[in-house]
């Protein structure tokens, strides 16, 4: 094999993009406050996750359906998250076109395009870079992947470290500049009711996108544990390919302990508590966040709330 179809499929493993489709019935919230029997019952099914099957990406998902803290609901039909696009089928990109998309955000960076390829999307639909950081996450799996030493790879990512990572990693999406510019950017043209449905997504849909849907929903006055479990239902519908990847690498040789990736492939509470904690620490609030930290002035949340909530 050339070492160039070696750093191919290297990258390809390193970005897990997705095949399996999993249920999110077990992700169904409710407001708090909400009633028994009936209502109660209703209220599950209408924030159930509502997932888009596909064959190229497994965390394609509508953000609406949560009930909100005012009695609204977030409508559906218009915001989508996703993990990358880059390996759908012909069937999925007709689904994809079936959702009358006008804007797709990719923040995946340059190596990440690099190695995986850009977006397939429907004729006429293009996608809109958008990058956000990842500390050089991505540039860390493909040389330890690709490096198929067990020493190396525990050295970069046992003991912890691939954990501390991805807290660094969250943390970076409140404190830097640059990071913050591309989530605002993004709030304000999902306010903006010029713009039809719009798509943002990363490589694997969990962790910038994962963010970026927690901050809007919470901006929505969806509960906080809602948006939490949403931001968590990535590992219900990853699982699976995740599995798949890790054993393949088992079997190719190429890592003696897969396992070593787990920490990387999945959310976790932690993760998101570095983002949120440091956003209390640097704003003294999700509101101060909004206003400072992405400078949301009040008239665009406003326009949020009457664009997204009904």
Not at 67 to 94: C, E, H, I, M, N
Not at 133 to 147: E, F, K, Q, R, W
Not at 149 to 174: H, K, S
Not at 237 to 242: Q, T
Request: charged share 20%; aromatic share 8%.
């Amino acid at each position: 094999m050339s070492r160039a179809r070696i750093r191919l499929t290297t990258a390809a493993a390193a970005a897990a993009l997705a095949v399996g489709i999993l249920p999110a019935s077990a992700y169904a919230a409710t407001a708090p406050g909400a009633g028994v029997g009936a209502r109660h019952h209703q209220q599950q099914q209408a924030e159930t996750i509502r997932q888009i099957p596909l064959q190229g990406a497994v965390n394609l998902r509508d953000v609406g359906g949560y009930r909100t803290w005012t009695g609204g609901q977030v409508r559906q039909g218009l915001v989508y998250r996703s993990d990358a696009l880059s390996k759908l089928t012909a069937a999925d990109v007709t689904t994809v076109a079936g959702l009358g998309l006008k804007k797709v955000v990719d923040f995946r960076i340059p190596m990440e395009l690099q190695y995986d390829g850009a977006d397939r999307l429907p004729s006429g639909l293009s996608p809109t870079s958008r990058p956000v950081s990842d500390l050089g996450l991505y540039g860390t799996l493909v040389g330890a992947i690709g490096s198929g030493d067990p020493v190396t790879q525990e050295q970069m990512l046992g003991g912890g470290r691939a954990e501390a990572y991805m807290r660094d990693i969250y943390r970076t999406f409140v404190t830097s500049p640059e990071n913050r510019a591309q989530f605002a950017a993004t709030l304000r043209e999902i306010a903006d009711g010029r713009q039809g449905p719009v798509l943002y997504h990363c490589t694997s849909g969990k962790d910038r996108t994962g963010w970026m849907s927690y901050v809007l929903l919470r901006a929505l006055a969806v509960p906080e544990d809602t948006a939490e479990r949403d931001y968590l239902a990535s590992n219900t519908f990853r699982a699976a390919y995740d599995a798949q990847v890790r054993a393949g690498l088992r079997q190719s040789g190429r890592m003696q302990n897969p396992d070593l990736l787990i920490p990387l492939q999945e959310v976790r509470r932690d993760y998101l508590d570095s983002a949120t904690a440091q956003m209390e620490a640097d704003y003294g609030s999700f509101y101060g966040y909004l206003t400072q930290g992405l400078g949301l002035d009040l008239r665009t949340l406003a326009k949020l709330q009457d664009r997204m909530v009904r």
